[in-house]
């Protein structure tokens, strides 16, 4: 089944604990992106990789970092989390970073940072 | 980069059809207009995509007007279970999707 798997779906953790967030497609897909949901500010892109080693900024990539190392695997790094990073966090992946390529997305990870 | 506006909600009735028109002046040549569908605490969902004029599935109709500066969703005999909030994005065919924001997007809410 085609599908992009986030890890963990739900994590709690503290200020300054280092996480990262899992995030795998097996689809081929070239084009993966990182979103955060929060209430009354829609879907925010955090970082997107056009393909392997290729990776670039949103609109909101302070305190986080990213990887491309393979084309299934994308994953997003918190190095210091700190309370406003407490949000929904989706991954997404598409055949290509094009607008007529539809995105698929993970099922979310909500995070706490306490 | 083409800004997209949707009506904030709208109402609905089981068995009814909905339309969600998306307005988007300034959409480029290349751009082409896509439709996703979030449930709480899911990942959007694409429903359809299109360039101009009419795009059918077997979940909705898109319909494009020849100046391209809108777009409608129609969404045939909805039930409950298509209470969600619909996004419409614009993209270009040339460049990476990053130039596809999410707005706020349209929240339907289908009552009994």
């Known amino acids: 089944e085609a599908q992009v798997t986030q890890n963990p779906r739900y994590l709690i953790t503290v200020t300054g604990k280092k996480l990262t967030v899992t995030c795998s497609q097996n689809?081929?897909?070239?084009?993966m992106s990182w979103y955060r949901q929060d209430p009354g500010l829609g879907l925010r892109q955090i970082y997107y990789?056009?393909?392997?080693?290729?990776?670039d900024k949103g609109d909101v990539p302070e305190g986080y970092k990213v990887s491309r190392k393979e084309k299934r695997n994308f994953p997003l790094i918190l190095e210091s989390p700190s309370p406003n990073q407490t949000s929904l966090y989706f991954c997404?992946?598409?055949?290509?970073?094009?607008?007529?390529?539809?995105?698929?997305f993970g099922d979310g990870t909500r995070l706490s940072i306490l | 980069l083409a800004k997209t506006t949707q009506p904030i909600s709208m109402d609905s009735y089981e068995g009814q059809e909905v339309n969600i028109t998306c307005s988007h002046n300034?959409?480029?040549?290349?751009?082409?207009i896509t439709w996703y569908q979030q449930f709480p605490s899911q990942g959007p969902r694409f429903i359809i995509q299109?360039?101009?004029t009419k795009v059918t599935n077997e979940v909705a109709s898109l319909f494009i007007p020849a100046d391209r500066k809108s777009s409608t969703l129609s969404l045939p005999r909805v039930s409950l279970s298509d209470t969600a909030v619909y996004y419409c994005?614009?993209?270009?065919?040339?460049?990476?999707?990053?130039?596809?924001?999410f707005g706020a997007g349209t929240r339907l809410t289908v009552k009994p």
């Open positions: 997404a992946s598409s055949l290509s970073g094009t607008g007529d390529t539809a995105q698929h």
């Open positions: 689809m081929n897909h070239e084009y």
């Open positions: 990789s056009m393909n392997v080693e290729v990776t």
């Open positions: 300034n959409i480029a040549t290349n751009d082409y």
């Open positions: 299109g360039y101009k």
């Open positions: 994005l614009v993209g270009d065919i040339r460049r990476n999707n990053n130039d596809m924001r």
